[in-house]
């Protein structure tokens, strides 16, 4: 409740319906109480944070190399932040509140850098054998461009990666899983970076690959 010091045209102090009264330095002043925020939890609001949480749980195991891959979108937010925002936005499918990744939409890498051509991963023995053509001098891909590589097994929430795997020119690398994988389904996606690291090239998705 508010009180008025000096009569019914004086100041005053406290709250008075949506309004507050005070003084500083001898001077009455009166300021509005804050809007009420609407409800955090409206139908909308839940959605879409149900969408950001399927999201997170991607990319929460890549996130170093998200952090290279997402590296030419992170002048005004974080390299995570922007592969959230590409994910959030074409690579969540299904129905609230069952949401679930679209592998196949995903990228885990985004930019200018020619991608790769005709790329294919076969696994063999704890590993998984990577092959692409080589385009290089084609648009802007040279044969000196890296290949990243990366292995999502969505079973233990784990990833397996390289951002360094092989040339554009030499058209194959390896890359080696853990031993209890065995048996396991994963998500492969292949990238290629500059050598200097300023060009980044949008990712392919391989498929999905059982170990053996």
């Known amino acids: ?18 309004v507050v009264g005070g003084t500083w330095k001898g001077i009455h002043y009166m300021r509005s109480l804050p809007t009420s925020v609407r409800n955090p939890r409206t139908e909308a609001q839940v959605m ?24 030419n979108y992170a002048s005004r937010q974080t390299a995570f932040n922007a592969a959230m925002s590409y994910n959030v936005k074409n690579a969540v499918t299904g129905v609230f509140p069952d949401y679930e990744m679209d592998y196949s939409n995903i990228l885990v890498s985004r930019g200018s ?6 790329a294919d991963a076969v696994a063999a023995e704890r590993s998984l054998n990577f092959t692409w053509s080589d385009n290089s001098g084609v648009s802007n891909a040279t044969e000196t461009d890296q ?7 969505g079973t233990k929430g784990e990833s397996v990666f ?51």
Do not use: C, H
């Open 1 to 18: 409740m508010g009180t008025i010091k000096q009569g019914i045209l004086g100041g005053f102090s406290g709250k008075v319906g949506t």
């Open 48 to 71: 879409q944070r149900t969408k950001f949480m399927v999201t997170i749980d991607f990319l929460k195991p890549i996130t170093p190399f998200i952090r290279v891959g997402f590296k």
């Open 113 to 118: 850098l020619l991608p790769a051509e005709n």
């Open 147 to 153: 290949a990243m590589a990366l292995v999502y097994n």
């Open 162 to 212: 390289s951002t360094t795997t092989g040339g554009r020119s030499s058209g194959s690398a390896t890359l080696n899983v853990p031993e209890n994988w065995i048996g396991d389904t994963v998500e492969v996606y292949l990238g290629f970076i500059s050598e200097n690291g300023s060009l980044v090239a949008n990712s392919v998705y391989l498929g999905q690959k059982t170990i053996v």
